[in-house]
């Protein structure tokens, strides 16, 4: 890697989660978005940042924002959804939105630098650096890696805007690499290196954080962060909303890497199942499904939500970063 550090002007670790039912936007404002860096956020000024893209390629090419804003651009709407946290891995926590970003496809500069046929990865590198506080691990940058295969995809963008304005500091200025079907931890914000190789780095934020352990036929295999597994929440009811004992729309939104095409509700916490109406994908956006639920007993109900993809995958009932969405409600005469 060939670019130096660069100072770090927030130093603290930050995340901050939206409740599920104030995700009332099909595209999310952006201070609805939540916000995760591990490290803190980068000193950048704009005039100042490149973006070198080297390793196995044969143009190494070194472009100012003023050349990669000059490119190109496309605008396209996905859902933006972090794994949780590495340290956690199986621990469900919902930090998603649906945003409009606006940007380079990373094919266009891929194009331009002409990348080897043995080129594996695509490592993409933030500049920001520093400890992780929850392991006191130092890093100098926040190091990401994706499959070529993935990476040369219409949808891999080095966006440059959120929601039609450009990006804010907190959320990757003034650039950052988004990997639309993928976890959020792989969009590298203050992107300023693209780096071809034949294999993955070995480092932090790639192999040793970010990549499932499972253990088959008493083999471990590691499964690296990257396809967002199918998932939903509720937006409607919140948590502990009194209802009236009447007809009640129970919506929310549903995704994953491949198309969702059914959503089930249950509302006696998993024992019988109903399906959902949901609607049709939108490029990589997520999809709203809803249920008309007309309860008839007072009392408290726990509804559950589960998503199936057009691969057959169903979210789990438990102990996994995607098992299904639990809410509880009460109905009564309020
Ligand atoms: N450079 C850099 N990029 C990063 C991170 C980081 O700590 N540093 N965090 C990642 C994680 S885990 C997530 S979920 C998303 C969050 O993006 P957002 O804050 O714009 O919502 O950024 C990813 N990109
Ligand atoms: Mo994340």
């Known amino acids: 890697m060939t670019i130096g550090n660069v100072p770090m002007k927030v130093r603290n670790?930050?995340?901050?989660?939206?409740?599920?039912?104030?995700?009332?936007?099909?595209?999310?404002?952006e201070k609805k978005l939540f916000v995760v860096y591990h490290m803190g956020v980068p000193e950048f000024n704009s005039a100042d940042w490149h973006l070198t893209i080297d390793g196995l390629v044969k143009k190494p090419t070194t472009l100012s924002l003023a050349e990669l804003d000059a490119l190109p651009k496309v605008e396209l709407s996905a859902f933006h959804e972090c794994a949780g946290s590495p340290l956690r891995p199986t621990v469900p926590v919902r930090r998603?939105?649906?945003?409009?970003?606006?940007?380079?496809?990373?094919?266009?500069?891929?194009?331009?630098?002409?990348?080897?046929?043995?080129?594996?990865?695509?490592?993409?590198?933030?500049?920001?650096?520093?400890?992780?506080?929850?392991?006191?691990?130092?890093?100098?940058?926040?190091?990401?890696?994706?499959?070529?295969?993935?990476?040369?995809?219409?949808?891999?963008?080095?966006?440059?805007?959120?929601?039609?304005?450009?990006?804010?500091?907190?959320?990757?200025?003034?650039v950052r690499l988004v990997v639309p079907g993928y976890y959020g931890t792989n969009s590298v914000k203050w992107l300023t290196e693209i780096r071809l190789e034949q294999t993955r780095p070995g480092s932090f934020f790639t192999t040793t954080l970010y990549n499932d352990r499972h253990v088959k036929d008493g083999v471990e295999h590691a499964v690296p962060v990257w396809a967002t597994a199918p998932n939903t929440v509720i937006v409607a009811p919140a948590a502990d909303q009194p209802l009236k004992p009447e007809r009640f729309q129970i919506w929310g939104w549903a995704?994953?890497?491949?198309?969702?095409?059914?959503?089930?509700?249950?509302?006696?916490?998993?024992?019988?199942?109903?399906s959902a109406e949901v609607d049709r994908r939108q490029g990589y956006s997520w999809q709203r499904f809803w249920w008309d639920w007309s309860p008839a007993v007072h009392g408290e109900y726990e509804i559950v939500s589960r998503a199936i993809d057009s691969a057959g995958e169903r979210q789990p009932d438990a102990g996994s970063r995607n098992e299904v969405f639990k809410v509880k409600a009460r109905v009564g005469d309020y």
């Open 96 to 174: 998603v939105g649906n945003v409009i970003w606006r940007g380079i496809r990373l094919k266009t500069v891929l194009d331009m630098v002409s990348i080897s046929p043995k080129a594996g990865y695509v490592w993409a590198r933030g500049a920001d650096s520093g400890i992780y506080p929850p392991t006191g691990t130092f890093s100098d940058c926040y190091l990401k890696d994706l499959p070529v295969e993935k990476a040369i995809r219409d949808e891999v963008l080095l966006a440059t805007e959120i929601n039609g304005v450009p990006l804010s500091e907190d959320h990757g200025a003034p």
């Open 255 to 274: 995704w994953g890497a491949n198309e969702i095409v059914a959503v089930e509700i249950s509302v006696d916490g998993g024992t019988n199942w109903s």
């Open 13 to 29: 670790r930050f995340n901050s989660t939206t409740p599920s039912h104030e995700l009332t936007d099909f595209h999310t404002p």
